[in-house]
């Protein structure tokens, strides 16, 4: 794309800003995160939106997607992506009333309108307001995360910035759908919810979950109060009839009602007390911030994630969207191998990918895979490309609208098939960063020595450090996390977060396989106690940060 200089003859001005570069601008696992006042430093936000504009390569007349899950800051971010957009020659944006688009309706849309790629502003499950997060992300033109080459060259870009281009706009009136054009920019405030319902609509039977929910099958959704209360309220409520009373924290609030907008057990204690008691749903389910991820809870437990991924690609051929089965299915790296028992009963390949839904995208673009899923709570399909909680939650819903079945007969009957792959994750959060960054090299260059530290009963298979080649674009990602599996089917991993904003978060994730039917009904934390103790040992937790219990168990 031609640069700001060359564009004289627009209407507006172009204002050019010298300032000093940030060093910090270095996106993680999913887009630059970073606290409110981060952000709103002077210059801070329109020197990592022009790192990016010089990273691209953007024809003329390119169109972009412009949306965010509603968090403080969003309106604000909106304006200024606009006009340095504009700035950059981009001609046409395509922007969700009221600046909201879910991460996943987001990706739909740029797919779907042929844009070059777009700007997806939220901190996903991480708190909003003030004193919360924000986030930026951008996405290609297949509607996926920009690949690590991309990011790479953001940060780059962003380190040695001089100087960014903004036009002089006034502020965009975004609460009306239609298009205006305006200083030769075309801007287009499209409905959030419509194109995403519409596909979806292409996926799921939704006679079937109609006439379910009609008859007595009961879903509860809790919105936790982010972008997904509008979709929720135009398909659960408005295409599905379910009961107003079910659709829980439904109108998305800037600061997420001060809450912490995660689907986990944690974060969401009500639905797991609700599924408890004598009067459970039969299906509860949650979406975090930007409804991408989701929560799946039966009468009387969650379902693991992990668990969640096996099952969809077991009874994938109940669901219309997906009739013909999966070519493949793709899972990340701490994710169980649950899903790996039943790629290889189907007969269809099942991948391992590093952490983080862009790894993903390669091999939903060459249809080498249907469908994947991480173990933090997200799940998807190749219907657009990134994670999706409300098509997750359907997919539940269809399973037991078709089949009659309850969710636990689901597990069950699962499991006894398969084996039970039982899991969980325990999150540190470290607070001094070199700390935990001591403590990871040194697990890591101790791994040859695993074997030598293991009770009697465990004897090490694999102990390294996961690097993933990509087999479409060949491209190599080292230092993925530390793998520990042992021949019993039980695995240890270890992680660093790449999405906080303060301190460090140590992820161990857990997983222990128990063919034995009558051992598939225990108590995970119980099951799980022996082998988080020894990946505490191992990698000396306590000695190291003080820590002698983890700060989460999810
Ligand atoms: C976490 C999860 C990862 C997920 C990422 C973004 O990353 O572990 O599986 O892809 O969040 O999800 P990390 O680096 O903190 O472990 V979302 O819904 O926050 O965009
Ligand atoms: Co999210």
């Given at each position: 794309m031609s640069s700001p200089d060359n564009q004289a003859d627009l209407p507006f001005r172009i204002r050019h800003v010298d300032c000093a570069a940030f060093g910090d601008q270095k996106p993680g696992t999913a887009g630059l995160r970073k606290k409110v006042a981060v952000f709103s430093q002077a210059h801070y936000l329109e020197t990592y939106i022009q790192a990016v504009f010089e990273s691209l390569d953007l024809t003329s007349g390119s169109a972009l997607v412009i949306g965010g899950d509603g968090r403080y800051y969003n309106d604000t971010a909106i304006q200024t992506i606009i006009a340095i957009a504009a700035a950059h020659g981009v001609r046409h944006l395509i922007i969700g009333r009221n600046g909201l688009l879910s991460t996943p309706a987001a990706s739909n849309l740029i797919r779907q309108r042929g844009a070059a790629g777009g700007f997806i502003l939220t901190a996903s499950h991480n708190p909003g307001g003030p004193d919360g997060d924000f986030g930026i992300k951008y996405n290609i033109a297949n509607g996926g995360q920009a690949p690590e080459s991309l990011t790479d060259a953001f940060f780059t870009n962003s380190s040695k910035l001089r100087r960014y281009s903004i036009a002089e706009l006034p502020d965009i009136d975004l609460s009306k759908e239609g298009v205006t054009v305006a200083n030769g920019l075309t801007i287009e405030i499209v409905d959030p919810v419509s194109d995403y319902s519409t596909l979806l609509q292409s996926l799921f039977d939704f006679d079937c979950m109609r006439d379910g929910i009609r008859n007595g099958l009961s879903l509860r959704f809790d919105a936790m109060h982010g972008i997904t209360g509008i979709y929720a309220s135009t398909?659960?409520?408005?295409?599905?009839?379910?009961?107003?009373?079910?659709?829980?924290?439904?109108v998305p609030l800037p600061d997420f009602g001060g809450g912490h907008p995660d689907p986990n057990p944690v974060d969401a204690p009500e639905l797991i007390s609700a599924a408890l008691g004598s009067a459970s749903p039969d299906l509860l389910a949650a979406s975090d911030g930007d409804g991408d991820r989701n929560m799946i809870v039966v009468p009387g437990q969650m379902v693991s994630p992990c668990d969640s991924l096996a099952i969809l690609l077991a009874n994938a051929a109940r669901i219309p969207g997906y009739k013909d089965g999966m070519a493949g299915v793709a899972r990340s790296m701490p994710t169980s191998q649950a899903a790996d028992r039943v790629a290889a009963k189907l007969g269809v390949p099942c991948y391992e990918t590093p952490t983080g839904w862009r790894f993903f995208c390669n091999l939903l673009d060459t249809g080498d895979i249907g469908l994947c899923g991480e173990e933090s709570f997200g799940t998807g399909s190749d219907h657009v490309r990134e994670k999706d909680g409300m098509w997750a939650v359907l997919f539940w819903l269809n399973l037991l609208a078709t089949t009659g079945k309850s969710g636990n007969e689901i597990l069950e009957s699962h499991w006894s098939e398969f084996?039970?792959?039982?899991y969980q994750r325990y999150d540190y959060f470290i607070a001094d960063t070199d700390a935990a960054a001591g403590l990871f090299s040194s697990l890591k260059q101790n791994l040859d020595k695993t074997g030598s530290r293991l009770p009697a009963d465990k004897t090490l298979q694999l102990a390294d450090s996961f690097t993933y080649h990509d087999p479409v674009d060949h491209s190599i990602s080292e230092n993925q996390g530390l793998r520990l599996a042992f021949e019993d089917g039980s695995r240890i991993v270890y992680r660093l977060s790449g999405t906080g904003t303060s301190g460090a978060t140590l992820r161990v994730y857990l997983q222990h396989y128990e063919q034995d039917m009558k051992r598939h009904a225990l108590d995970p934390h119980e099951v799980l106690k022996p082998i988080g103790e020894l990946a505490a040992g191992l990698a000396d937790i306590e000695r190291l940060t003080g820590l002698s219990q983890p700060t989460a168990v999810i």
């Open positions: 398909i659960f409520s408005g295409l599905l009839d379910l009961p107003a009373e079910q659709l829980l924290n439904a084996g039970r792959d039982y």
